[in-house]
């Protein structure tokens, strides 16, 4: 439906410019394809989070598979005004400087263009303030005319604290105050949100924007509003932004103790902890009671070597089925050795696409992302959480706070007997890496040469049997009816699958997985 009725605040020729341009967006865009691109916009005053959101919500794209690009316009008006001077340039009688940011906002949209239509983008992010109807109108204009899609975001905050903090913590560092005192800075940032003040125009779900897919986020997550969600990509969105806080936070993740296979060096199987990891699990203790951390969440997976680390710690654990080690199918319980003998071709078409390989009646570091994204929300909702796990999936949550790619997330180190320290900043995550001096097998294979010279075009990436072997029989998870009858019978009706009963001694009859 064209929004024909919708009010507008005047009826200016500035106004009905804006209407033109809304309705020609409506009328021409129509059916959109399901996988069409979009265009995300950031909405609202300075000093509201929306880099902050950008950036983050950029990160967990990328990390879900979904390529995403941020396009600051802030960054391109540094890059036009080498010399920033002063809040006059925000001024909206300043039509000379008015131009400049105008011209920058155009550059800005011809990147997203290319990125979008030529390098592979999926999903664009328009960073800017794009507080008037006049400019969420030309963004409309643009997108309806390359076939984009377009959801907005707009970061609603009143409170005086909240903003201070921001500009403090954030604002005060950028380039433009880089020679200016803090208090100068302060006072030149706040007389710039207010010269966006008098224009400022948030989108009206209930009227005027009653048409546009659309999320007000409202006082740093404590309300929000949400407008047409139209596809599955934007819900994700919403899903997302309705799951993060700013709150102080450290995250803690190390994997499990050195267990029995990893002294054979198997990559399958449910050992328990050799005689060293059983040394490591008394040294965490120690090392979580020395950090003093207040409500601190212990999670691990359900198998047997990252619930013994925990029993040492004594505290709660909860324990997760997602945080089980990534699942090599046929390979389980085989040294790579025993891999490269018996499967060939599995062990060279892993080595050549890491990421993508998925084993015969197994799981690749791909599937593993998909599996850990419950993980990921939950400990964006969470304060502090110390997660013992496994290589691969403690690489596969490393990889989303730290922004690597999908490239290099299979060769992230992360050795046994070391515990990292994430701690949320601004726009990203600071790691500290902690080693708790308890001697423990090297786990880690380094990229092989000719993986470097990139995938072999005969692999099937994404399909569940690569192209070159044939799938063989799994083993089987549980080994008789009988066992079956006794891990059923212990698993009481009421007890959800994702926290199961079983003591830390007991075989869980989930296979360690390679990594």
């Known amino acids: 439906m064209e929004p024909s009725t919708m009010h507008l605040c005047s009826g200016s020729w500035l106004s009905k410019l804006t209407r033109g341009m809304y309705k020609r967006y409506y009328r021409a865009c129509g059916p959109q394809l399901a996988n069409s691109p979009t265009v995300i916009v950031m909405v609202g005053l300075p000093a509201r989070g929306k880099t902050y959101i950008s950036k983050k919500l950029t990160r967990y794209l990328n990390w879900i598979g979904v390529p995403t690009k941020v396009f600051n316009v802030g960054e391109y008006r540094r890059e036009a005004v080498k010399h920033y001077s002063s809040y006059d340039f925000f001024r909206p009688d300043n039509e000379e400087a008015m131009k400049v940011r105008k011209q920058c906002a155009m550059a800005a949209l011809r990147d997203v263009k290319q990125y979008l239509t030529e390098e592979a983008g999926q999903i664009a992010v328009f960073d800017a303030t794009n507080t008037t109807r006049e400019r969420r109108g030309m963004i409309l204009n643009f997108a309806k005319e390359n076939g984009f899609k377009v959801f907005f975001i707009e970061s609603v905050c009143n409170d005086p604290t909240v903003v201070a903090t921001n500009v403090m913590e954030v604002k005060l560092s950028s380039p433009d105050y880089r020679d200016c005192n803090s208090t100068d800075a302060m006072e030149d940032f706040m007389k710039r949100i207010n010269c966006y003040q008098a224009s400022y125009q948030p989108l009206d ?18 309300r929000f509003l949400v407008n047409r969600v139209q596809d599955h990509i934007q819900s994700r969105i919403v899903y997302y932004l309705m799951n993060i806080h700013v709150q102080p936070r450290t995250i803690y993740l190390c994997r499990h103790g050195e267990s029995e296979f990893n002294l054979m060096g198997k990559i399958g199987g449910d050992s328990g902890l050799s005689n060293r990891g059983k040394k490591f699990a008394l040294a965490l203790n120690k090392f979580v009671e020395e950090q003093n951390l207040k409500d601190l969440k212990v999670w691990t997976s359900q198998l047997k070597r990252t619930i013994q680390t925990a029993e040492a710690l004594q505290l709660p654990y909860e324990q997760w089925k997602a945080l089980n080690e990534i699942d090599a199918g ?6 790579y050795e025993e891999i490269r003998e018996q499967h060939p071709e599995e062990f060279a078409l892993r080595d050549q696409d890491k990421y993508y390989y998925r084993y015969p009646s197994g799981e690749s570091y791909q599937d593993l992302v998909q599996r850990l994204e419950p993980v990921i929300m939950e400990l964006e909702r969470q304060e502090n959480v110390l997660v013992i796990c496994h290589q691969a999936v403690m690489r596969c949550l490393l990889a989303y706070f730290l922004d690597k ?12 007997h070391t515990v990292l320290k994430l701690t949320p900043v601004a726009y990203g995550c600071r790691v500290e890496s902690i080693s708790l001096n308890i001697e423990a097998v090297n786990t880690h294979r ?15 990436r994404n399909s569940v049997t690569p192209l070159a072997s044939p799938e063989p029989t799994k083993k089987p998870r549980i080994n008789s009816f009988e066992e079956h009858v006794a891990v059923s019978s212990a698993l009481p009706g009421c007890v959800p699958q994702e926290v199961p009963t079983q003591m830390p001694g007991q075989n869980m009859n989930n296979s360690q997985k390679p990594s």
């Open 205 to 222: 779900p209930d009227d005027y924007d009653r048409e546009l897919s659309l999320i007000k986020v409202i006082d740093v997550g404590r």
């Open 330 to 335: 046929v390979c389980e319980e085989m040294t």
């Open 405 to 416: 790619s999908a490239d290099e997330m299979p060769y992230l180190k992360c050795p046994l």
């Open 446 to 460: 380094d990229r092989p040469e000719e993986a470097k010279k990139g995938p072999n075009p005969l692999m099937r």
